[in-house]
């Protein structure tokens, strides 16, 4: 939660905003590039609000800004989950699609696990169907119900990615 206020002729923010994985953020890092002015004349909804009231006070506009951000970011929790894993999925398949071998960095290795097998990488969720490589490094097969679309991807790299160092990531 974050409270806005106006100090010098600009539009200040005390508090946090929680962004899950993406991020949490405090105070100065949660910021408006503008003065009160340009708000006020460039941002639509201000400018529809100071409109209809005949005109805002800079508090009043601070309010209506922190009610604002604090309602995005109660919509931002609701839906964590998903925001969350959405995050991982993308930036995971972007670290993937340019061969970022992760194993190379150490704080991104799983203590005790055989980086020296060269098929590691690729035990996955097999695409042909099988669970050889599933068995073979003792984890659940992919299709005797352990692991649901619905549990999302943090749960598909947890389950399926055991080399890979999650937390850390």
């Not at 910021?31 to 805002?56: H, L, P, Q, T």
């Not at 005797?144 to 389950?159: I, K």
Request: proline share 4%; with cysteine.
């Amino acid at each position: 939660m974050v409270n806005v206020y106006v100090d010098d002729g600009q539009f200040k923010v005390k508090g946090t905003f929680d962004f899950g994985y993406i991020g949490l953020y405090k105070d100065d890092q949660i910021g408006f590039n503008v003065d009160c002015s340009d708000i006020r004349d460039e941002w639509d909804s201000v400018y529809e609000m100071d409109k209809a009231a005949g005109g805002c006070t800079n508090g009043q506009i601070a309010a209506y800004l922190e009610k604002r951000i604090n309602e995005a970011e109660k919509k931002i929790q609701s839906n964590i989950r998903y925001i969350n894993d959405q995050f991982l999925e993308h930036v995971y398949d972007d670290m993937d699609a340019v061969g970022n071998e992760f194993w190379e960095r150490e704080e991104l290795r799983v203590p005790g696990f055989n980086y020296d097998d060269p098929d590691f990488y690729f035990y996955s969720f097999p695409q042909d169907g099988t669970n050889n490589d599933f068995e073979h490094m003792g984890l659940p097969k992919p299709f005797d119900g352990s692991y649901r679309h619905e549990d999302g991807f943090e749960a598909y790299l947890r389950t399926y990615k055991p080399m890979f160092n999650l937390d850390n990531f």
